[in-house]
């Protein structure tokens, strides 16, 4: 079993900072490719970045030169570092980890969301 538990979130006006965790522990071989996904209400849940284990990462083009997405492998741990934030911005943000774990099964691994709220 893997767990993760996200933090960070939280209410801000526009033009500020928040900083997103996501701490994965338990049964963990290696963590592969790490993301980071937010749902608006009413809308579907969207790719907001994503970083593999050469540390390659990838970002919508909406939080592009905002937001940055990085991992501290010894700590099993993604970040998601958001500056000038918008109030489109505004949404629960999950992390998903793509897991092998010691029996060398390879899962996918949602948190419990984080709200993040933008206001005007």
């Known amino acids: 079993q893997v767990q993760l538990v996200e933090s960070g979130g939280g209410l801000v006006q526009a033009g500020g900072s928040l900083r997103l965790s996501c701490a994965a522990s338990g049964s963990i071989f290696k963590i592969n490719n790490m993301g980071w996904y937010r749902q608006a209400p009413g809308k579907q849940r969207e790719l907001v970045a994503d970083?593999?284990?050469?540390?390659?990462?990838n970002y919508a083009d909406s939080v592009k030169g905002r937001f940055t997405i990085s991992r501290d492998n010894a700590k099993n741990t993604m970040y998601l570092q958001m500056n000038s934030l918008k109030p489109e911005d505004t949404a629960v943000y999950y992390c998903?980890?793509?897991?092998?774990?010691?029996?060398?099964?390879?899962?996918?691994?949602w948190g419990q969301g984080t709200q993040v709220t933008v206001s005007s």
């Open positions: 998903r980890l793509i897991v092998t774990t010691l029996n060398l099964v390879t899962y996918m691994y």
């Open positions: 970083i593999t284990t050469g540390t390659s990462t």
